[in-house]
């Protein structure tokens, strides 16, 4: 895994074998933060990261200086490879949780600026994410949802939809 820009620009960190998880690929998460760049103060912007799965992109959040990431995931092989690579880069500013994501948005009460959520694409409940975050308004006003998902799923009639980018087999749908 690498991350691409910001204080921990160019790092390397190995993902073990065992993980099974479905990283964003370094070139859908370089275009991706292509975009986010023209409208995110990455100082002044708190995030959550849902499915973190290997903590690509929460890390990527925390180079970039966000000064508050909590990523949430449910495998424990996963959280603790999170775990690893947060102490191996010393960042602090990254709070993992090792929680079901459906049950972790039912209890949280904080608002972030960015909210990105990358699960599974066989996910069986995928479609009812952005009713979660909205339902919940976990959302600062101004802030951005940002569901990964592939090409089988399509969220441009939900009221809350903005834009969708496409970079090979993978889709983000953006929500404000």
Same mark, same amino acid.
């Given at each position: ?97 090792? +929680? !079901?994501?459906?049950?972790? /948005? $039912? %209890?949280?009460?904080?608002?972030? &600026? =960015? #909210? *990105? +959520? !990358?699960?599974?694409?066989? /996910? $069986? %409940?995928?479609?009812?994410?952005? &009713? =979660? #975050? *909205? ?42």
């Amino acid at each position: 895994m690498r991350i691409i820009s910001g204080k921990y620009k160019s790092r390397r960190i190995p993902v073990p074998a065992n993980l099974k998880a479905r990283p964003t690929t370094d070139f859908a998460r370089e275009s991706l933060f292509n975009v986010l760049n023209n409208r995110v103060d990455w100082e002044e912007t708190t995030a959550l990261d849902l499915f973190s799965g290997t903590g690509s992109v929460a890390l990527e959040f925390v180079s970039r200086g966000c000064p508050f990431v909590v990523n949430v995931e449910t495998n424990q092989n996963h959280y603790n490879f999170i775990c690893k690579a947060q102490e191996l880069l010393g960042a602090k500013e990254l709070f993992p949780v090792k +929680a !079901d994501v459906f049950k972790y /948005l $039912q %209890s949280v009460k904080q608002k972030f &600026d =960015l #909210i *990105f +959520a !990358d699960p599974p694409y066989d /996910l $069986q %409940s995928i479609d009812t994410i952005p &009713d =979660l #975050i *909205f339902k919940k308004e976990l959302l600062k006003p101004e802030g951005v949802f940002i569901l990964e998902h592939s090409r089988k799923q399509n969220f441009s009639a939900h009221p809350h939809f903005v834009s969708e980018r496409k970079y090979g087999n993978v889709h983000f749908s953006f929500f404000e």
